[in-house]
């Protein structure tokens, strides 16, 4: 027992210190909120305008189909509820596409080398939070990824079943047009012979 009580506060401020160094140095590591905001707003614009592109794709398609068969094709506002509802569901679930972010955030986080400091001042209990931040973000990470692929595959079946609409449409349309077509063109062959015959 030989310190004196001066010098031992003296050693807690300063470990005080190093600590609330040690913590800053975490929190900005661990600071993956802002990155992964940047992130998603990315990756869900980008959704949005791939949505938006196949939309366009398909009403270009409408509307050239319509010029042939206007009265069979299905109307241009179905094709573009059907785009909505796919970015609809992009954005009525933001916050699955944000975790599956903020997961992949924490990972690249984790797998940056930590400092020398670190290692000295918090050793064990860093090892040990560093743990249970992977597994959270693994986890997180899981579901967003889940979350991601429902979307893009509702987004997927409702375009294609447009495009199928869209093509049963245009084929019956088709052939009805044929068939009267092939029907009036008989129907002026027989007159013509009849024409002929008298």
Do not use: C, W
């Not at 973000?137 to 294609?160: H, N, Y």
């Amino acid at each position: 027992m030989g310190e004196e009580p001066a010098a031992i506060r003296e050693q807690i401020e300063q470990t005080r210190e190093r600590m609330g160094e040690t913590v800053d140095a975490i929190g900005y590591k661990a600071d993956v909120p802002a990155r992964a905001r940047e992130s998603i707003s990315d990756k869900v614009q980008g959704v949005r305008e791939k949505i938006t592109g196949a939309g366009a794709q398909i009403s270009d398609t409408v509307s050239g189909a319509g010029a042939q068969f206007s009265d069979a094709t299905p109307d241009v506002r179905d094709v573009k509820r059907a785009g909505r509802q796919a970015v609809g569901m992009v954005q009525e679930n933001p916050l699955g596409l944000a975790v599956g972010a903020a997961a992949l955030g924490f990972l690249a986080g984790m797998l940056v080398p930590s400092t020398r400091v670190e290692d000295e001042q918090l050793g064990p209990v860093a090892d040990q939070v560093k743990e249970q931040v992977r597994q959270t973000g693994q986890e997180a990470l899981e579901r967003g990824r889940q979350v991601a692929q429902e979307t893009a595959q509702t987004a997927t079946e409702s375009a294609k079943q447009a495009a199928s609409d869209i093509k049963d449409t245009a084929q019956q349309s088709a052939q009805h047009h044929g068939d009267e077509l092939k029907s009036s063109a008989q129907e002026s062959a027989q007159d013509v012979r009849r024409t002929v015959s008298q």
